[in-house]
């Protein structure tokens, strides 16, 4: 009995339905991702930034071992439906229920969706509830479908925000029950028809949150446990606390992925980090269930970002987004470093034929690694116990496992004493960096990390050496009663 106690404390709990605090997340677009049939090349031109490249579904299958190699549990693709002209992003729809001819066809998305779930890979289909494109036949068939065209001049006037058209695209109004039904009836068919995991909920901001709690119940009935993610592009997290508690599981964390890009590219100060990770524990119902992110197709890439130093900044960079609250969301390319300044050279096609800096790869799946081992990291609290203008420690803690998190934004060395004593560390703990293996000791309540200039680490208690030898005993009388029972039978 106690062997089995002991085993399975390092076995992982099963999710709880839309609960994703153990996933990671690989983002990609489509199009810029992997070409990998050439027979749905149709108005590719990889010489037009802001054209076709051919990227498909087929690419993305190819290879989904490279981005479960990399640790990620489940993968977001922009919008697969039919677009129209230079609508290589998807977010110019004009016919929900169809793929794109540039990406495959319906079948090809069945056997997308199956074949990552067979690797154990979630999938998230970003879905558009906001707009449509400007082509489709619904702006014809269906005028009354959508508010008066009008441009939003005021960004803090909510009823522009929501009732006015972005990008000239025909703005959908969601008070209309058609409209509603409408917008539900192809989100189902996307669940029914391929088993999808979850949504990723495209500019959610400007669409009233009611439309919100009626659209994810509706879902809830279609298919329990589905989980959406919304994009609240806010930096106050008071904005996005509307949405999820009107039933968006999940935002994407704009608040802290803003902060962090100022503190690890830019050299400002943990304090401003540490201040709105507080502020968004404090304001959203469940903060845990976040997605946490660098950066994405709408901004420049980190690296474009970053003031010097750049792939150690990443690196630093990284280490925070995977050990601190929010659920780690990475857009394909970022484990190369690549770099873009805004649309659309945040968007250029991944460098399957050059990838550099595989160090920065490395890590990225080392984190995948670290995380998953540790329940304090994927849903633990956060407890700060050092803040500095360049030095930052905080704890995660999950029942009884604790990790600690220690970040060194200088050239120096870490110098600075993290005080562990309200942790429950006595003296002679040894904790261990779950990225180098470098180990440091507890000592007047307190150790100091093991950190080079700008570096990172990710420490846990080592465990007790009287555990092993006590293992390693229960086994062998295991293994001596069952080979004496097998022998008395045998007479």
Same mark, same amino acid.
């Given at each position: 009995?106690?062997?089995?106690?002991?085993?399975?404390?390092?076995?992982?709990?099963?999710?709880?339905?839309?609960?994703?605090?153990?996933?990671?997340?690989?983002?990609?677009?489509?199009?810029?991702?992997?070409?990998?049939?050439?027979?749905?090349?149709?108005?590719?031109?990889?010489?037009?930034?802001?054209?076709? @490249?051919? !990227? =498909?579904? /087929?690419?993305?299958? +190819?290879?989904?071992?490279?981005?479960?190699?990399? #640790?990620?549990?489940? &993968?977001?693709?922009?919008?697969?439906?039919?677009?129209?002209?230079?609508?290589?992003?998807?977010?110019?729809?004009?016919?929900?229920?169809?793929?794109?001819? @540039?990406? !495959? =066809?319906? /079948?090809?998305?069945? +056997?997308?969706?199956?074949?990552?779930?067979?690797? #154990?890979?979630?999938? &998230?289909?970003?879905?558009?509830?906001?707009?449509?494109?400007?082509?489709?036949?619904?702006?014809?068939?269906?005028?009354?479908?959508?508010?008066?065209?009008?441009?939003?001049?005021?960004?803090?006037?909510?009823?522009?925000?929501?009732?006015?058209?972005?990008?000239?695209?025909?703005?959908?109004?969601?008070?209309?029950?058609?409209?509603?039904?409408?917008?539900?009836?192809?989100?189902?068919?996307?669940?029914?028809?391929?088993?999808?995991?979850?949504?990723?909920?495209?500019?959610?901001?400007?669409?009233?949150?009611?439309?919100?709690?009626?659209?994810?119940?509706?879902?809830?009935?279609?298919?329990?446990?589905?989980?959406?993610?919304?994009?609240?592009?806010?930096?106050?997290?008071?904005?996005?606390?509307?949405?999820?508690?009107?039933?968006?599981?999940?935002?994407?964390?704009?608040?802290?992925?803003?902060?962090?890009?100022?503190?690890?590219?830019?050299?400002?100060?943990?304090?401003?980090?540490?201040?709105?990770?507080?502020?968004?524990?404090?304001?959203?119902?469940?903060?845990?269930?976040?997605?946490?992110?660098?950066?994405?197709?709408?901004?420049?890439?980190?690296?474009?970002?970053?003031?010097?130093?750049?792939?150690?900044?990443?690196?630093?960079?990284?280490?925070?987004?995977?050990?601190?609250?929010?659920?780690?969301?990475?857009?394909?390319?970022?484990?190369?470093?690549?770099?873009?300044?805004?649309?659309?050279?945040?968007?250029?096609?991944?460098?399957?034929?050059?990838?550099?800096?595989?160090?920065?790869?490395?890590?990225?799946?080392?984190?995948?690694?670290?995380?998953?081992?540790?329940?304090?990291?994927?849903?633990?609290?956060?407890?700060?116990?050092?803040?500095?203008?360049?030095?930052?420690?905080?704890?995660?803690?999950?029942?009884?496992?604790?990790?600690?998190?220690?970040?060194?934004?200088?050239?120096?060395?870490?110098?600075?004493?993290?005080?562990?004593?309200?942790?429950?560390?006595?003296?002679?703990?040894?904790?261990?960096?779950?990225?180098?293996?470098?180990?440091?000791?507890?000592?007047?309540?307190?150790?100091?990390?093991?950190?080079?200039?700008?570096?990172?680490?990710?420490?846990?208690?080592?465990?007790?050496?009287?555990?092993?030898?006590?293992?390693?005993?229960?086994?062998?009388?295991?293994?001596?009663?069952?080979?004496?029972?097998?022998?008395?039978?045998?007479?």
């Amino acid at each position: 009995m106690l062997l089995v106690t002991l085993l399975a404390v390092g076995a992982p709990a099963s999710a709880a339905p839309a609960d994703w605090s153990k996933e990671s997340i690989y983002f990609l677009m489509i199009d810029r991702f992997r070409d990998a049939d050439p027979n749905n090349n149709q108005n590719v031109t990889k010489g037009d930034i802001r054209g076709w @490249h051919g !990227g =498909d579904i /087929a690419g993305v299958m +190819e290879k989904l071992d490279y981005i479960k190699g990399l #640790g990620f549990t489940a &993968i977001w693709i922009t919008p697969h439906v039919k677009n129209t002209g230079r609508d290589y992003h998807g977010y110019g729809a004009v016919d929900f229920k169809d793929v794109d001819p @540039h990406f !495959g =066809d319906l /079948a090809k998305m069945k +056997e997308f969706v199956s074949e990552a779930h067979k690797k #154990g890979l979630k999938v &998230i289909f970003d879905i558009v509830v906001n707009h449509t494109g400007p082509q489709s036949p619904l702006v014809t068939e269906h005028p009354d479908w959508f508010h008066p065209k009008c441009d939003i001049a005021n960004w803090s006037d909510e009823k522009q925000v929501q009732n006015c058209w972005i990008y000239a695209l025909p703005d959908f109004d969601q008070s209309k029950p058609e409209v509603r039904t409408y917008i539900l009836d192809y989100s189902k068919f996307w669940i029914d028809q391929t088993g999808v995991d979850g949504f990723r909920l495209d500019t959610v901001r400007h669409v009233p949150a009611d439309f919100f709690a009626w659209y994810s119940a509706e879902l809830q009935k279609v298919k329990p446990g589905f989980w959406l993610i919304g994009e609240v592009w806010e930096s106050g997290p008071a904005k996005l606390a509307v949405y999820q508690k009107a039933g968006v599981n999940a935002l994407l964390d704009f608040p802290i992925a803003e902060t962090a890009r100022k503190v690890f590219a830019k050299d400002s100060g943990f304090a401003l980090l540490a201040g709105v990770n507080k502020q968004v524990e404090q304001t959203m119902p469940d903060p845990k269930a976040m997605g946490g992110f660098l950066d994405n197709h709408d901004m420049p890439r980190f690296m474009s970002e970053a003031k010097d130093d750049k792939i150690n900044r990443l690196k630093l960079g990284l280490t925070y987004l995977f050990g601190a609250r929010p659920i780690p969301i990475l857009y394909a390319g970022t484990e190369v470093g690549m770099e873009g300044a805004n649309d659309p050279y945040n968007r250029v096609d991944f460098p399957w034929d050059d990838q550099k800096n595989p160090d920065v790869a490395a890590l990225v799946k080392r984190l995948n690694e670290v995380r998953k081992a540790s329940p304090a990291l994927q849903s633990g609290e956060t407890v700060d116990l050092l803040i500095e203008t360049k030095q930052y420690a905080f704890a995660r803690k999950a029942g009884d496992d604790l990790a600690i998190v220690a970040l060194n934004n200088q050239a120096d060395s870490f110098s600075s004493a993290v005080p562990v004593t309200d942790l429950g560390l006595k003296d002679g703990t040894v904790l261990v960096d779950q990225i180098s293996g470098a180990k440091v000791k507890v000592a007047n309540g307190a150790f100091t990390p093991a950190l080079t200039g700008r570096a990172g680490a990710i420490y846990r208690v080592q465990p007790s050496s009287f555990l092993f030898p006590m293992l390693g005993g229960l086994i062998v009388i295991i293994v001596v009663a069952v080979t004496g029972i097998r022998r008395r039978r045998r007479r």
